[in-house]
Structures are given as C-alpha cells and as structure tokens.
C-alpha cells in the first residue's frame, strides 16, 4: 500500500523508475519493493485527468475507488489528490 513516505520517494524521483533504479539509496529500494509503479503511474494518469475534467462521473467513481484501494489512508489518498491536481 502507498503511505506518504513512500509517496514522498515517488515524488523525488517524478515517478521515473529508471532514475530511482539508478539513484535510490537502498533505504528507499526497501520500503518501495512491494509497489506496483505500472499501477501507481496508471492511477496518477487518472487522477491528473480527472483534475482536468476529462472523464465521466462513472469513471470518476472508478478513480476513486482505485485511489482508496492504493493508498493506506486518508492522508497519503489527499497527498497524492494535490500532487496529481499540479501536473
């Protein structure tokens, strides 16, 4: 699950696996080897499209359901809600 720690790792590295596998302390490799970045990066896509009022309603309700499945709580769910509405 996402928490703000590992969403603050994400977001050092603008969600570029290539730069984190190349540049991440292994602290950072360890407490993000459970995550699915194709994932993640696919709810980011959402959610910077939903900031833009391209999807559905329907969709929207998607999006948020899959928002609350990654994250493991209310805050990093707002965390990542305001860095996806700044790109």
Not at 22 to 47: I, M, P, R, V
């Amino acid at each position: 699950m996402l928490t703000v720690a590992k969403l603050a790792i994400l977001i050092k590295y603008r969600w570029d696996y290539r730069r984190f596998n190349k540049q991440g302390l292994s602290e950072e490799k360890s407490l993000l080897a459970d995550l699915d970045w194709h994932t993640l990066a696919e709810l980011l896509q959402d959610l910077t499209l939903y900031h833009k009022n391209l999807v559905s309603d329907e969709y929207a309700v998607k999006i948020h359901a899959a928002l609350r499945t990654a994250c493991a709580d209310d805050e990093t769910a707002q965390t990542l809600l305001g860095y996806a509405s700044t790109l």
